[in-house]
């Protein structure tokens, strides 16, 4: 089956240490994009890219990195320098790499970071 | 300045009844698309409907339609004969361009409970 994969599903962070979060997609997407999701509040982006070795900061990129080596695989690195790091975190891509290009984002099933 | 707004943070509504969820946007961009995205509890980002800007008719998609109201830059949700399976946290976006790119901004989200 076609889709995006998250993982893992939990993830537990000591302090002072990076984790990376895992999205892999097998739709031949062009552009992918992480998002923070905070309890009770809406998406906000962190990182995305357009094509691969490519890639742009979002509205909250403080404390993260990305890479985009292959089309299919963007990792997410949650840096020690995110001081509050605890959210549901969403990977996402979509068809297409126009400005004006209308395809919905396809979403992961999330991953869930807490700090131990 | 938020440039999504979703006024409604909860919603209830009967079994097979209609809801209508707002959605308000703000752009000076005459391209621009519209999306509405259900997050049940388990977490993952589902795409239900999208409106163009330069659409003529309101997007349909099975028992979603869309009232879109370009001149008071409205795009509300509706769902129609509401069923069990519609509680969920429904997020309204927009596309936005910026620099070449091609970005969503979502709003903070209506939590719809539909009651039996």
């Known amino acids: 089956d076609g889709g995006i994969t998250q993982s893992p599903k939990y993830l537990f962070r000591k302090e002072g240490q990076n984790v990376t979060l895992s999205c892999e997609q097998n739709l031949n997407h062009d552009a992918m994009y992480w998002y923070r999701q905070d309890p009770g509040q809406g998406l906000r982006l962190i990182y995305y890219s357009q094509i691969v070795n490519d890639f742009q900061k979002g509205d909250i990129a403080e404390g993260y990195s990305v890479s985009r080596e292959k089309k299919e695989s963007f990792p997410l690195t949650v840096t020690s320098a995110q001081k509050n790091p605890t959210a549901f975190y969403l990977c996402?891509?979509?068809?297409?790499?126009?400005?004006?290009?209308?395809?919905?984002?396809?979403f992961g099933d999330g991953t869930r970071l807490s700090i131990l | 300045a938020q440039k999504i707004t979703q006024t409604q943070p909860g919603m209830f509504v009967q079994e097979k009844e209609a809801v209508t969820l707002d959605c308000t946007y703000d752009t000076s961009d005459p391209s621009y698309g519209l999306f509405w995205y259900k997050q049940p509890s388990s977490g993952e980002m589902i795409f239900l409907i999208y409106q163009g800007s330069y659409d003529q008719q309101n997007a349909t998609e099975g028992r979603y339609s869309l009232n879109f109201q370009k001149a008071r830059k409205s795009a509300n949700l509706v769902i129609s004969a509401s069923q069990l399976g519609d509680s969920a946290m429904y997020f309204c976006a927009m596309r936005e361009r910026s620099g070449g790119y091609n970005k969503l901004i979502f709003g903070a989200g209506t939590r719809l409970a539909v009651h039996p």
């Open positions: 996402a891509s979509r068809t297409g790499t126009g400005a004006s290009s209308n395809q919905p984002q396809h």
